[in-house]
């Protein structure tokens, strides 16, 4: 069945470093690719999203391209905050329409 | 617009017994989909709801189900906990469902302790 891998964390990075977190997929078709962020105490907010093959998703300066040769979804910010501090998902919806998360990173940001 | 709303917040039950947990959906959402997240299975689709039906269902065994109201909110309910069942729970709403084309917007979720 379709399944999403990502990058396990946690993962640290100083201010104004630069990320990026791995996401690769397995699905039948041509999924549309979401990364969702989990800030402490709340529910999931959609960051950005790509629903067909070289699509680029980008909102708050994160983005990620929807590589179909290479099955990935990578998320990349270049300088990133302490308010970036959180849990981010990446996930696919598939024919069924099923949301399929992968596990999620935690990132840490210090000052 | 008020966001989706999700009541207890937390909650503490004993091993055997049920939990009710419910969902209010953004005003005009009809879709509301239920997710488990655990440390160890991260999150996990439990079923959704649409105009009333459920649409979709995930892997869990029988002891969960759900149902949606006429006017779009939700309950899931939990019989004979087990504390494997310990996670928070999610709520997330959709205009018309979790397809490619639709965001899903969530709730805070329910904490769900089971001793």
């Known amino acids: 069945g379709d399944s999403v891998t990502q990058m396990e964390g946690p993962v640290t990075l100083s201010e104004e470093a630069f990320l990026t977190i791995n996401c690769t997929y397995t699905?039948?078709?041509?999924?549309?690719l979401f990364w969702y962020v989990q800030y402490p105490g709340e529910g999931l907010q959609l960051l950005l999203k790509a629903t067909k093959a070289d699509d680029k998703g980008s909102n708050k300066g994160f983005e990620a391209t929807y590589r179909k040769e290479t099955t990935s979804f990578h998320l990349e910010k270049g300088s990133v905050q302490v308010s970036d501090s959180a849990v981010y998902f990446c996930a696919l919806s598939g024919r069924d329409d099923k949301i399929i998360f992968g596990k999620g990173t935690r990132l840490h940001i210090l000052p | 617009k008020a966001g989706v709303t999700q009541t207890p917040r937390y909650l503490i039950k004993t091993r055997g017994q049920q939990v009710t947990l419910s969902c209010s959906p953004i005003?005009?959402?009809?879709?509301v989909s239920w997710y488990q997240q655990t440390p160890g299975q991260g999150l996990q689709f439990l079923f959704e709801y649409f105009s009333e039906t459920q649409r979709n269902k995930g892997n869990f065994p029988g002891r969960f189900s759900g149902r949606q109201f006429s006017n779009s909110r939700s309950e899931m309910n939990v019989s004979t906990l087990e504390l494997g069942d310990s996670a928070l729970y999610l709520c997330a709403s959709s205009p018309r469902g979790p397809s490619s084309y639709n965001e899903q917007f969530f709730g805070p979720g329910t904490r769900l302790t089971v001793l």
């Open positions: 699905a039948t078709g041509y999924p549309s």
């Open positions: 005003s005009g959402h009809r879709s």
